[in-house]
């Protein structure tokens, strides 16, 4: 794992996820193993039949000077064609987004975790810190009442 979007299941409800191949320059797979990745406002769009990942943004690899790339330069998502249409037909329902969840790599070759997501409204985000914070208790309690 190089980078993960923390705030995204925290902000999104995901409801399926995808793994998908990233088409990058040699200056941005360098500053990806540097760790150089942030997520803010980083969304995937559909444009003529292909997956496109907008505003991911990649820190210049500082020894490539003046052959850098563009930060935030949308970058072309590898999935297959089937895989394509279906993220495409679910993600036009209203209210749903496409959302990067991690960066990584597998075999040498970068990967996305990508995330059909509905965002959270603030009242659910408090229902879902209580659910976890009762979760939490509950679990300590079996583990106490085990000990004795």
């Not at 500053?31 to 496109?52: M, P, Q, T």
């Not at 895989?83 to 329902?93: D, F, K, T, Y």
């Not at 659910?124 to 659910?131: A, N």
């Amino acid at each position: 794992m190089v980078a993960r979007h923390r705030k995204a299941r925290r902000e999104y409800e995901v409801l399926d996820s995808w793994e998908a191949g990233l088409v990058l320059k040699g200056t941005e797979v360098k500053s990806i193993r540097a760790g150089n990745v942030a997520f803010r406002d980083a969304h995937a769009r559909a444009e003529s039949g292909e997956l496109w990942l907008h505003n991911l943004h990649i820190a210049p690899y500082d020894p490539a000077n003046r052959w850098n790339h563009d930060e935030t330069r949308a970058r072309k998502l590898l999935l297959r064609r089937d895989q394509i249409r279906r993220i495409v037909a679910r993600s036009e329902e209203k209210g749903l987004a496409l959302v990067p969840l991690d960066v990584y790599f597998r075999g040498g070759r970068a990967k996305v975790t990508l995330a059909l997501c509905r965002g959270r409204k603030h009242r659910d985000r408090r229902e879902e810190l209580k659910r976890r914070t009762m979760r939490r208790e509950a679990e300590r309690a079996m583990r106490s009442a085990g000990r004795r």
